[in-house]
């Protein structure tokens, strides 16, 4: 009955993807990507704007759109922090818009596009793909893929010690305010409180992973036999199609492309 | 019976440390008994256990000399994964004995098991009786992080009785448990004495030590100062010096015996107390 519960079970068709299909599907996009923003018109590389819509819409076809735009916000920041700088600060001969003693200058606004909408579309198709996978899903997956168990540990416990730093980080920064230290107000106020926050922090992981490993030992994860795992990856059923749809476009972006160049 | 567990002429000191962490140790552990560790703090319990577990020298380096035996083979010569089958370690400290790759305690707890590649059906029996007898089967669906510092020692506790070993090496389970924690803990390691284990038991608090263990063993800076049956040593008062504690029926014991009340013996534990101190109030011939 214990397995029952260990399943994870999802209605929605594209969430239940086998990790390795939506990884194809994430590589495949961003090579999209790539290419599309190799094409320029009059310097702008503009197909990669419209690309970025697949990636909201396949997450609302994933039915996770809330979970996407929240994990979401903070790209969507930098993208913007990038765009901007360069927009402004690159400067060229041609102005391609000025308002007062703002200037944008035509090579700066080309780069900005470049750069954010690449990053958009590139973190915003691994987001999809974090957002719809348990890490226990990808751990599994990476070791079906004949990754050695311990490398597949590291990437697992990486993913699970982020979340856990999280957590402790708040726990520090409470006890740095509870201290005396300013932990809210400017950005240098905050990075003032920022750094000593740090040593606590890395320290303990330090030590935390001696004791780690001798754990690891007691528990036999040295042992290099078969191992058994309770949890099974299933696969929806609609690996075959999904993946042929990503080489399918690919393809016709690739085509596209030379099409472009030859003609 | 043979020894299970040998120590001759061990001493041991950490890489860089300018004084031995473990001098001299003789000692021959047997099969099936409860033998509890006390010492005051950095006296070596600690690395007494990492040695009797092999990680002192195979994992801490550091410099061994005299040697460990387990089942009569020396610790050396295990091959990696092997000890683990045989001696259950359970750590100081519950945090960083959580594996970091599972999303509930129940998968937690069934890690061990995993890796040895036991099969499933077996794996989920197993399991299930290791949380009910750790008392944490409300908890198996949580996440080990979000579980409380006792909550988190029993699960440690949990998925080393899960693997079943021979020998446990158990170094303070109670350290963050409340009264009611600590005695049902201790409840759980009788269980695994019942069932013919060799454990291996650091606690600093004594008068668990002497309701439960078979034999103690008292270390001072990295010296075995007293090894053997618990009523001699829990009764004797110049351990104080050493910075141990004694129960406190021993204390008023000793107290008493000096005020010229005849005691048969010193009483270690409360049961001892009630039945040597009244048998001395009944009998009275002490009294003028
Ligand atoms: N990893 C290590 N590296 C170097 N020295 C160490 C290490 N661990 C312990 N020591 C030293 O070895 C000595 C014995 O330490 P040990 O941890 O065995 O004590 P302990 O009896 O378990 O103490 P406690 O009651 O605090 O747990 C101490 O002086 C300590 O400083
Ligand atoms: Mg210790």
């Keep these: 009955m214990w397995r029952e519960k260990l399943r994870i079970r999802k209605s929605n068709q594209i969430q239940a993807l086998h990790p390795s299909t939506k990884f194809l599907i994430v590589c495949l996009f961003s090579a999209c990507s790539l290419i599309l923003g190799s094409i320029k018109m009059n310097g702008y590389a503009l197909l990669i704007i419209p690309w970025f819509l697949i990636v909201p819409l396949l997450c609302a076809a994933s039915g996770i759109f809330m979970k996407f735009c929240k ?25 391609a818009w000025s308002g007062g003693v703002l200037k944008i200058y035509e090579k700066g606004l080309q780069t900005g596009i470049f750069i954010s909408f690449t990053i958009l579309n590139i973190a915003g198709i691994f987001t999809w793909m974090f957002q719809t996978t348990r890490n226990k899903e990808i751990s599994r997956a990476l070791e079906d893929s004949g990754m050695h168990h311990k490398a597949a540990y590291v990437f697992m416990s990486t993913l699970q010690m982020i979340q856990v730093m999280g957590q402790n980080s708040k726990t520090i920064m409470n006890a740095q305010r509870a201290r005396g230290v300013e932990t809210e107000g400017g950005i240098f106020v905050r990075a003032k409180a920022f750094f000593p926050s740090l040593v606590p922090l890395i320290l303990g992981s330090i030590i935390g992973a001696e004791e780690r490993a001798l754990t690891l030992e007691s528990k036999g994860f040295d042992v290099n036999g078969k191992k058994t795992h309770m949890f099974e990856l299933e696969p929806s059923g609609y690996e075959k199609l999904a993946a042929s749809i990503a080489v399918a476009a690919t393809a016709a972006v690739l085509i596209g492309r030379i099409l472009v160049w030859v003609l | 019976m043979g020894a299970i567990i040998e120590l001759n002429n061990v001493t041991y000191s950490y890489p860089l440390a300018n004084e031995c962490a473990i001098k001299n140790v003789s000692l021959k552990l047997e099969e099936g008994r409860f033998y509890g560790v006390i010492g005051q703090n950095g006296s070596g319990k600690t690395t007494l256990c990492s040695l009797i577990r092999g990680f002192a020298p195979s994992f801490f380096r550091g410099s ?40 509930t305690v129940f998968e937690e707890v069934a890690f061990g098991l995993e890796n040895f590649g ?24 949580k996440n080990p992080y979000e579980l409380s510092g006792g909550q988190q020692q029993r699960m440690a506790l949990a998925s080393i009785i899960v693997l079943e070993p021979d020998i446990m090496v158990i170094d303070e389970p109670t350290s963050q448990l409340d009264p009611e924690g600590t005695e049902s803990v201790f409840e759980i390691i009788k269980g695994m004495k019942d069932r013919k284990k060799t454990i291996i038991l650091v606690e600093h608090k004594v008068d668990l030590i002497a309701e439960h263990a078979d034999e103690v063993i008292v270390l001072d800076k990295g010296e075995v100062i007293r090894f053997g049956s618990k009523d001699a040593i829990l ?3 110049t351990l104080l010096e050493c910075g141990v504690q004694l129960p406190n029926i021993a204390l008023l014991g000793n107290k008493l015996t000096r005020s010229g009340v005849p005691l048969e013996r010193i009483p270690i534990t409360e049961q001892q107390g009630v039945e040597i101190i009244g048998k001395a109030l009944r009998t009275r011939s002490w009294c003028k």
Excluded at chain 2, 71 to 96: A, M, R
């Design chain 1, 71 to 95: 994990a979401f916000a903070k790209v969507l920041l930098v993208a913007t922090m990038i765009f901007l700088t360069q927009s402004f600060l690159v400067r060229s001969d041609v102005v």
């Design chain 2, 64 to 103: 061994l000399t005299g040697e460990v035996l387990v089942c009569g083979k020396p610790t050396l010569d295990y091959k990696p994964g092997e000890l683990s089958l045989k001696i259950g370690y359970v750590f100081q400290n519950p945090f960083s004995q959580i594996s970091g790759v599972k999303d």
């Design chain 2, 235 to 237: 009764s004797d008062e």
């Design chain 2, 118 to 141: 036991v099969p499933v059906d077996e794996i989920e029996e197993r399991v299930i009786r290791a949380v009910e007898l750790t008392g944490i089967s409300a908890l198996a669906e």
